[in-house]
């Protein structure tokens, strides 16, 4: 690849940060709509602005993506597919997306001159999923950030799919597309678009010790620019979309330096490319493990990690003339009228945003004033970051010109039935499941734990070091090898690879032959095997039939439901599928983190300002976080039997339960008695649904 081939991709939530991306060298654009995004709190794009967007750009020359890289629920089959049809129509030149489901959707449907990307959130980082996405009609990847550079290298060198990465912008501390902490708390999902970074959340210790123990700095590949390009990648991509337009016209912009003039004289290049992106107020940086795994240097655990430069610590307070707020701080950088400052207090782990409505200066003592909230606190010793200086808006004049010719909407098609005349209910079950408790483990240990009540079937979940362990002790597992299912992990690296095909050939010559694949990856490697039976696991993510109806195609014969799935669409599916083929999950405790990296310094035991407990759990080159209460559905066993539910799952994975207490857990799963504290996680209400956000059904 040659810098010339380089696309250099910027992001915009909203028409201002769209021309700022395109003045400053942006090769293309992309952006969201007010629906199916993962950025749903940033302005975001109307159809009209949308189409409007596309002819712009395309007669500059350049390209527009669109991302709906979130799920989907059944209820919402139509709308994705008319935002589809009408992507189609007005030419975009590529959709990112998260949900298999529209894969399908589009292969069924006609669709396939829009061109797919699949986004980060698909959790894709090695070779076999690029490549299996690849025969799926994915035209791009955007390879997961927890990547080194060996690695990306390899997946390039192997595929003649396009390979997009992150060189810059925000980091998730949980793997891409497996982070449950939002939605565990109140719905708001990062799979839906609505993450609340609880990351960035200060969390206490038993010490009573503060400190931001989950927040990431930002990646910053800017030095790195010569590898990437020489590697083969087609497309840098640069994080944004909730950022000012000022962040992305510099940030692009000492990309487009560094890619054009680095070739000539690096060192020079680097450091005119630091200094057009001196004013960004963004967070610390990182190179997180593009150099290598063993990076311990990619947390911010004494700051915020909120975006903005850190001005000072407020002396004084004076709301006495509400909701007209007057602050005084000492700080060498003044505050101006209309700047958006951020205020966070570390005593309630809160940020607000401010508008200032005027500014007085007398040397380093500032004195701004605000308009208060009625959800905000505003006290002594709160740190005050400019977020945003002011009329950044207004320094660019828009690109897009409304007397262009536009498409409109082209309008809705119901297609909610187009596949069930295809699918006879059960049609592609070929082995069948024994009906019954099945008991999931992930400590050997645990094998003869549960021989107090044995169950139907054994779920043990593999890791790296549980591995080891199962395989040179099997002969002492006391069950029978049929009655084993194997969990394989959601998060397969590339590094990791030839271990996972090593490990799943040894499976199988010990006669284990029920595998759980969680990531997309995992499906090559029963591609010409026609005896095992293959089980979608919770992180494919099937909350619609079109992901079902795929993932059936691909020889996978159960489904265990996502964690996140509410009551009513788990039973919108077995309208359609029949309640054979599912598995449920009736109790664990999720895991809300799933950080590819051993925090081994972190205590074993947090909490939070809002007094949730959490147990951090570390091996070999990982880290979880759970909860202290377990999701549990225990109590509703008569519900689910009526409705046809046989197979459910007892998830005891990461806990450490003694004889007495997992007789005790049994005497309740067979009386249908809940545990003291549960939570029903989105099973009774759903997805949180704003009103601005999500128009009702």
Not at 1 to 29: C, F, K, Q, R
Not at 114 to 136: C, D, E, K, W
Not at 358 to 369: E, K, L, P, R, Y
Not at 672 to 684: C, M
């Amino acid at each position: 690849m040659s810098y010339s081939d380089i696309e250099l991709l910027a992001p915009a939530g909203s028409a201002a940060a769209l021309t700022a991306a395109v003045n400053s060298g942006a090769n293309a654009v992309y952006v969201g709509t007010k629906d199916f995004n993962a950025r749903q709190r940033a302005k975001n794009f109307a159809y009209k602005e949308l189409e409007i967007a596309v002819n712009t750009l395309h007669n500059m020359g350049r390209k527009l993506y669109v991302t709906v890289n979130t799920v989907f629920e059944e209820w919402e089959v139509n709308r994705v597919y008319n935002l589809l049809k009408y992507l189609n129509a007005i030419g975009t030149d590529g959709i990112i997306v998260q949900d298999l489901g529209i894969l399908q959707m589009i292969r069924d449907n006609n669709l396939t001159t829009l061109p797919i990307h699949a986004s980060t959130q698909m959790n894709v980082s090695n070779v076999r999923g690029v490549n299996l996405l690849s025969g799926l009609g994915v035209k791009r990847v955007v390879v997961s950030r927890e990547l080194t550079f060996d690695e990306v290298r390899t997946i390039v060198q192997n595929t003649t799919t396009e390979i997009e990465m992150f060189i810059h912008g925000a980091l998730c501390i949980s793997g891409s597309g497996l982070c449950q902490f939002s939605g565990y708390f109140g719905g708001k999902s990062a799979n839906r678009g609505q993450c609340t970074q609880a990351c960035r959340r200060i969390y206490i210790d038993e010490c009573e010790e503060q400190k931001y123990y989950f927040s990431p700095k930002d990646l910053m590949l800017l030095d790195k620019i010569p590898q990437i390009v020489e590697a083969g990648v087609k497309s840098l991509k640069i994080e944004g979309r909730m950022k000012n337009p000022d962040y992305v016209a510099s940030v692009t912009a000492a990309y487009r330096y560094m890619i054009d003039n680095c070739a000539n004289d690096y060192e020079a290049a680097l450091r005119q490319a630091k200094s057009i992106m001196a004013g960004e107020l963004s967070r610390q940086k990182t190179h997180f493990f593009f150099d290598g795994r063993d990076n311990k240097d990619f947390l911010s655990l004494t700051q915020t990690g909120e975006q903005g430069i850190l001005v000072g610590r407020i002396g004084a307070v004076d709301d006495e003339c509400m909701p007209t707020v007057s602050l005084t701080f000492s700080a060498d950088m003044n505050i101006d009228k209309g700047d958006m400052i951020r205020i966070h207090s570390r005593s309630r782990d809160r940020s607000d945003s401010y508008k200032v409505t005027n500014a007085i200066h007398d040397g380093q003592t500032h004195s701004v004033t605000v308009e208060s909230k009625p959800t905000s606190s505003i006290n002594v010793g709160d740190e005050l970051y400019l977020f945003r200086k002011a009329d950044t808006d207004n320094k660019y004049a828009s690109l897009l010109k409304f007397n262009l010719p536009i498409y409109h909407h082209p309008g809705v098609t119901d297609i909610a039935s187009a596949h069930k005349d295809k699918l006879a209910k059960g049609s592609y079950r070929s082995k069948r499941l024994t009906d019954g408790v099945f008991i999931k483990i992930n400590k050997f240990a645990q094998f003869f734990l549960v021989q107090a009540f044995k169950p139907k079937k054994i779920i043990f979940s593999l890791t790296r070091n549980n591995c080891v362990e199962l395989l040179s002790n099997i002969r002492k597992v006391p069950f029978r090898m049929e009655d084993i299912i194997v969990e394989l992990p959601p998060f397969l690296r590339q590094d990791d690879e030839t271990w996972m095909a090593e490990t799943i050939a040894s499976l199988k010559k010990l006669r284990i032959s029920t595998f759980i694949v969680n990531n997309v990856s995992e499906i090559a490697y029963f591609r010409e095997d026609k005896e095992s039976v293959l089980i979608g696991g919770q992180y494919l993510y099937t909350f619609n039939s079109f992901a079902v109806e795929l993932l059936l195609k691909q020889h996978i014969t159960y489904f265990i439901p996502p964690l996140e799935i509410s009551k009513k669409n788990f039973y919108d599916l077995l309208d359609i599928f029949g309640a054979n083929i599912f598995i449920l999950n009736i109790f664990t405790f999720p895991v809300l983190f799933q950080i590819n990296a051993n925090l081994k310094t972190h205590p074993d035991k947090l909490h939070d300002m809002r007094n949730n407990n959490f147990f951090v759990i570390r091996e070999n080159q990982t880290t979880r976080v759970i909860p202290d209460v377990p999701f549990s559905l225990l109590d509703k066993q008569p519900l689910l039997t009526k409705n046809n539910i046989r197979k459910v799952i007892v998830d005891l994975c990461d806990v450490s339960l003694s004889k007495s207490d997992y007789k005790n857990l049994v005497k309740r799963l067979a009386s249908n008695q809940n545990t003291e504290r549960f939570t029903r996680f989105n099973w009774n209400d759903g997805f949180y649904r704003d009103e601005d956000v999500y128009r009702k059904k």
